[in-house]
């Protein structure tokens, strides 16, 4: 019996190019809309929703002491710096927001996502890059449009609203953050430990230039003061033998508060209560900051047609900002050191996010948005040591079980639910003059520790050290990486490419920063790995949403190419035999 060969389709010899192209574009379009296509529309939003469901109910279980005082912890941390935020946007914007916006708009944000997102371990808040734009927005409001500010916000926050669902239900996560490395998001955070340490110098100068230099000496005096003590309080569990354990405990976990209440009340002590001294700038009323507002809604809706259209394009880069700032936040507090258990969750939060951002619009205050350092810091605050079992096999071949300690965090909500409600507590008058006693100085000295705390974990101070140190004191590499040249020159390029995006929001260019942070992504992707060893970027990068490093998957796909190649050529040398065998009239 003679076996043929099958023959080729004639109708496919005979397609036309175009009708060739076409046709593979349509296959093309088709996977990306596919039941596990990147673009399949709800797909990520139906598996946070199952996941969230899933944890929902063990996230309200866990609650003790460690848990209570992060709330405290995020609490100082958050209301503090929002409320220098507040300051630059009430003179950016006009009297249009204050104190009271910032805090209302904090507080109501972080109870709705310590109530209902998939990450409740993000904290929410008024970014500094927020304040730009909406100074920049401001500015064209008044000297080009000729409009009022906060319907035209309000618009912009509201197509914000919409585009943040349209990034959720097309799973914008996979097809962006995906891509992100731990070079991208250690650049991020560098960057935001240097704003910090800035805002710290910012404040010291606003108190020269308006008090006496007397108290400027004790302003300085304060805020060193401030963060020294924090810092010594924050290592107290080390102080062995010195106090009872849970002495220690207690003054690690509430270190900045006790610092923060300590410098509150000293300059009301003695003669330093004669010195002149500059707090915070708080409401005294529950009701907007504008005097032409008396509730906290706008009447967006009065505004023309054509600039309600118009306000897509600062809707747009809101989008970005904001998409870009809290993927990072929620992917930076859990990455791998923190011994996240439960399912991450991004493409639900990002709906709520939008959600938010245009309910903040609508009500005429500021929204918010995740924020860095705080994140981090929330889930350093809630690290703990757990012993877990391990099971390892030995080199005879018997499987052993070991105790092992692991730092882990605690996986709950209350914590971000009790301080977002502490916040959101400080808009009733009473408690906003408690809070107007806070000197600026004690508030450098926070962003002075918030700036440490959030350095000190940081992989780039690490090995910026590295290049102070001796070769002959390094520890030693593994075998497949050539040598410490290669590690050095990775991480002169983080802090220069850190230097030079702080640079930028200095200047009017400052909403754009995310913009040079994305492209990050690329340039590690395409250019660095040109130009670096590969084991040297597998040795000091990984991916940041999801285990292993780029060159894994690079080595994966060219062990399938590899595979596919060989298959190929087996299939086109057996139908060459076949098709010869035939042509001789062999029989087959």
């Not at 349209?166 to 240097?194: C, G, K, P, Q």
């Amino acid at each position: 019996m003679v076996q043929l060969s099958e023959k080729p389709d004639v109708q496919q010899q005979h397609v036309p190019p175009k009708q060739r192209v076409q046709s593979s574009w349509l296959a093309r379009l088709r996977s990306t809309f596919s039941h596990a296509g990147p673009l399949k529309p709800f797909r990520l939003l139906r598996q946070d929703i199952r996941s969230l469901s899933k944890r929902y109910k063990s996230d309200w279980r866990v609650f003790n002491q460690l848990v209570v005082a992060s709330a405290v912890f995020v609490f100082f941390t958050n209301l503090l710096p929002g409320i220098t935020f507040a300051s630059d946007l009430y003179n950016l914007t006009g009297a249009n927001w204050g104190t009271i916006e910032v805090v209302f708009s904090t507080g109501l944000c972080g109870v709705i996502f310590s109530l209902f997102s998939s990450q409740p371990l993000t904290i929410l808040g008024v970014t500094g890059p927020f304040s730009v734009l909406a100074e920049n927005i401001y500015a064209f409001c008044q000297s080009s449009f000729r409009i009022p500010f906060l319907p035209f916000i309000a618009w912009s926050c509201i197509h914000a609203g919409w585009m943040h669902y349209l990034l959720a239900i097309f799973n914008a996560h996979d097809w962006t953050m995906r891509y992100v490395t731990t070079f991208s998001t250690e650049v991020f955070s560098l960057l935001n430990s240097i704003i910090y340490f800035h805002k710290a110098i910012q404040e010291l100068e606003r108190v020269h230039a308006s008090l006496s230099f007397a108290a400027f000496l004790y302003a300085i005096i304060g805020a060193v003061g401030t963060f020294l003590l924090a810092l010594g309080l924050s290592t107290a569990e080390y102080w062995r033998p010195l106090f009872h354990r849970y002495v220690r405990m207690g003054l690690t976990e509430y270190a900045a508060a006790i610092s923060i209440i300590v410098f509150i009340g000293m300059p009301h002590i003695g003669e330093l209560a004669t010195l002149d001294r500059e707090t915070l700038a708080v409401s005294s009323s529950f009701r907007p900051t504008s005097p032409d507002r008396s509730t906290f809604f706008i009447p967006f809706w009065k505004l023309s047609l054509g600039w309600i259209f118009g306000a897509i394009v600062p809707g747009f880069i809101i989008t970005v900002l904001f998409f870009f700032d809290h993927e990072v936040s929620s992917i930076i507090c859990t990455i791998d050191r923190y011994g996240i258990q439960k399912p991450r969750g991004y493409a639900w939060d990002i709906v709520l996010l939008g959600t938010t951002t245009a309910l903040c619009g609508m009500l005429g205050i500021p929204p918010a948005n995740g924020l860095l350092p705080q994140a981090p810091l929330h889930s350093e605050s809630l690290m703990h040591t757990v012993k877990e079992e391990v099971t390892a096999m030995s080199s005879d071949g018997v499987a052993r079980t070991e105790i092992k300690e692991v730092k882990r965090v605690y996986e709950q909500r209350w914590s971000a639910f009790l301080h977002a409600g502490g916040i959101l507590l400080f808009i009733s008058p009473p408690f906003m003059h408690v809070l107007g006693l806070t000197p600026t100085s004690v508030l450098a000295g926070l962003f002075l520790f918030m700036g440490e705390q959030s350095l000190s974990v940081n992989p780039v101070l690490r090995r910026f050290l590295y290049l102070l140190t001796p070769s002959s004191e390094l520890p030693p590499l593994p075998e497949a990486v050539p040598s410490y040249w290669g590690i050095h020159a990775y991480t002169a390029l983080q802090i220069v490419s850190t230097i030079v995006i702080f640079a930028v929001t200095l200047t009017k260019a400052a909403p754009m920063f995310p913009v040079i942070i994305i492209a990050l992504v690329p340039v590690r992707l395409v250019v660095m790995k040109k130009l670096w060893n590969r084991e040297t970027l597998r040795y000091v990068d990984q991916w940041a949403c999801k285990g292993g490093a780029p060159e894994d998957e690079e080595d994966g796909d060219m062990r399938e190419e590899t595979t596919e190649e060989t298959l190929g050529k087996i299939v086109v040398a057996d139908n060459q035999r076949v098709s010869g065998g035939i042509s001789e009239g062999n029989i087959v």
